[in-house]
């Protein structure tokens, strides 16, 4: 059996290997357009800021290591041109002396990837315009760091590779502009989780401009002028395109292989396309999202290499099967860590899946354990069943731990009840023996048994303010000195003093609480409602309130000098 695999990284390189586990006499031939194969995609923004400084840390296999474990034929700076399925033959170009051949195969298996979004702006073949992608894309943008003087750069797009080359061109030492052109980076997250990160970054030095309209790079002496809509012009010395990949499909496109969405190769649950004897795995495939079950299109290393393992697996007889991607995520952000998994508001919504929804703030271990830091958790979940939906998390420490417990519940069709119960390895330095994500279980099946009612940070603005309801915040005086009052209208009792104080409160009355964290205030609703009070939590406290009240004044209030993130109390 004679397999050709066209892309030589996460998805190709996973299946060669796999390939040659199962069948010691198949003939493998991988061809790669770059002159690397097996290369860390996921390390390069890290060679960019100097954080990884060998070059050849960057490749894991090379062509030569490969046919000598594998026994496998790798010609890097190989391309594919065309396929001919009624043939079994592939049409290669070499790069180094543009000659061409045909190559024959039994299996093909396409994993090209998918490429950076070039929106066809004005100015954006300049020279001084990068995008990253590939080793060489790295080697250039290093490349041009150490050649010329650069002190301003200019990043359009707030998704994973814009912030990660914004961090790494911070830490190059280059003062660097982030132009998103929606209202929040990362868009895994939900707005109101990305404003702790938007502040947190400006707080890192990174020039965050959000609802920024780029239309085009101008010359301008040595360096470039990046054009806003609405005729603005930021200065740079470099620019970096991270708007976005798109699937490379136009291979299969010509060769008559069906689409899915976003323009991704259709493949069934073997990875098989619409053609017999033709494979395709990594981010040039649909997916099915595993929570709603909407055919999807998730760029990501993990899948990539499940589904290199799996296309090599069925074409040895093995009948492995992709159960779908549920998108599970995680970015270093200086010292923050932004993770995710499942569906968020947005594409729950997208996809008409009901949820509710919680929002808690739990430390990463026992806070009398010196480096606790707290960290944001805000979960999805089926009100009808309490089954997870969904998670994100913004923190410090511990966050990626947390996230893949998530990830693994959602996996298991796991409940909140589940949650709670779940054992989790504790001692003081690295957790608490109510884990964040036992602590997200309770929360969630107090929601559900009606034990609390909550609000949330966008109705605080819109709530009575004619005195028909009493806004009760239960923080100490020195903390509402200190961070202020969500309305001026709100009166402060301290949790501690509340019991002895009822008599302030006007029992008719319905009384929305809040505190730093939404803790306090769910210990003042359990008191207040056992009085007979009507009373409703706002969720993640004053603090969650805060970052999204500010995220759009750039002054965000909440105070984050970088890698020191403050407000630890409940
Ligand atoms: P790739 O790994 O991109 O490999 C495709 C290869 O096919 C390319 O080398 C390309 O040159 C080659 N190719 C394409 N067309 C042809 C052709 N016609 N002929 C020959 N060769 C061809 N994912 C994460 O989960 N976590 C991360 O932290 C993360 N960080 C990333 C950082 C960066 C800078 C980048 C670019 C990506 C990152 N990713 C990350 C995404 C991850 O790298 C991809 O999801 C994964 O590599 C996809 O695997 P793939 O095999 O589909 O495509």
Redesign the pocket.
């Known amino acids: 059996m004679k397999v050709v695999i066209?892309?030589?990284?996460?998805?190709?390189a996973t299946a060669a290997a796999r390939l040659r586990r199962l069948d010691e006499g198949a003939e493998i031939v991988i061809?790669?357009?770059?002159g690397y194969v097996s290369y860390a995609?996921?390390g390069?923004?890290y060679f960019v800021g100097g954080v990884i400084t060998d070059r050849d840390e960057l490749t894991l296999q090379t062509p030569e290591g490969f046919r000598r474990r594998f026994g496998i034929d790798v010609r890097v700076g190989?391309?594919?041109?065309e396929i001919n399925p009624a043939e079994h033959t592939v049409e290669v170009r070499s790069l180094a002396d543009g000659s061409t051949y045909t190559e024959s195969y039994d299996k093909l298996i396409l994993?090209?990837?998918?490429r950076p979004v070039k929106p066809g702006l004005p100015g954006e073949d300049d020279p001084r315009v990068f995008t990253?992608?590939?080793v060489e894309d790295t080697f250039r943008i290093r490349d041009y760091l150490d050649t010329h003087p650069v002190r301003r750069a200019v990043v359009v797009g707030g998704g994973?590779?814009g912030l990660?080359a914004a961090e790494n061109l911070l830490h190059a030492g280059v003062a660097t502009t982030l132009l998103q052109k929606g209202d929040q980076v990362l868009p895994p997250l939900d707005p109101d989780m990305a404003a702790e990160v938007h502040a947190y970054l400006r707080g890192c030095g990174v020039e965050l401009r959000l609802g920024a309209h780029v239309t085009g790079f101008v010359p301008d002496g040595e360096g470039l002028s990046v054009t806003l809509e609405g005729g603005e012009a930021v200065p740079a010395d470099l620019v970096l395109l991270g708007i976005g990949v798109m699937p490379?499909s136009e291979?299969a496109r010509s060769a008559g292989l069906a689409l899915g969405v976003k323009g991704t190769i259709a493949v069934d649950e073997h990875m098989r396309t619409s053609c017999p004897d033709i494979y395709a795995?990594?981010?040039?495939v649909e997916v099915r999202h595993f929570v709603s079950g909407a055919k999807s299109h998730i760029?990501?290393?993990?899948p990539?290499n499940k589904q290199?393992r799996i296309a090599a697996d069925h074409i040895c007889g093995i009948p492995s099967t992709f159960t779908g991607s549920q998108g599970t995520?995680v970015?270093k952000l200086f010292d923050m860590t932004a993770a995710s998994t499942g569906l968020n508001e947005k594409t729950a919504r997208a996809a008409g899946v009901d949820y509710g929804k919680a929002v808690t703030y739990s430390a990463s271990h026992a806070t009398y354990y010196p480096g606790a830091h707290n960290m944001t958790v805000k979960t999805l979940y089926d009100p009808a069943t309490g089954r997870i939906l969904g998670a994100q998390i913004v923190g410090f420490d511990g966050v990626d731990k947390r996230m893949d417990v998530l990830a693994t519940a959602i996996r298991a069709g796991l409940t909140a009840a589940d949650l709670t119960e779940l054992d989790l390895a504790y001692a003081p330095p690295y957790g608490s023996a109510k884990d964040p994500v036992n602590m997200a279980g309770y929360v969630i099946e107090n929601l559900r048994a009606g034990r609390v009612e909550q609000h949330h940070w966008d109705e605080v603005a819109g709530l009575p303010a004619d005195g028909s309801v009493v806004l009760l915040d239960v923080r100490t005086p020195g903390e509402v000195r200190r961070q202020g009052l969500l309305r001026p209208d709100a009166v402060n009792i301290p949790l501690d003093e509340l019991r002895n104080r009822l008599g302030e409160l006007d029992p008719s009355k319905k009384i929305y609480v809040n505190c730093f964290s939404g803790l306090r205030s769910y210990l003042a609703c359990r008191i207040l409602s056992q009085h007979g009070y009507r009373c409703s939590n706002l969720a993640g406290g004053w603090r969650f309130w805060s970052y999204n009240a500010t995220d759009r004044a750039h002054d965000a209030a909440p105070t984050h000098l970088c890698g020191i993130p403050t407000g630890q109390g409940k």
Do not use: K, Q, Y
């Open positions: 066209i892309g030589g990284v996460a998805g190709g061809l790669e357009r770059t995609n996921c390069l923004p190989h391309e594919a041109l994993s090209p990837g998918a990253l992608r590939t994973f590779i990660e490379e291979l795995v990594g981010d040039a760029a990501l290393a993990g990539a290199g995520s970015i």
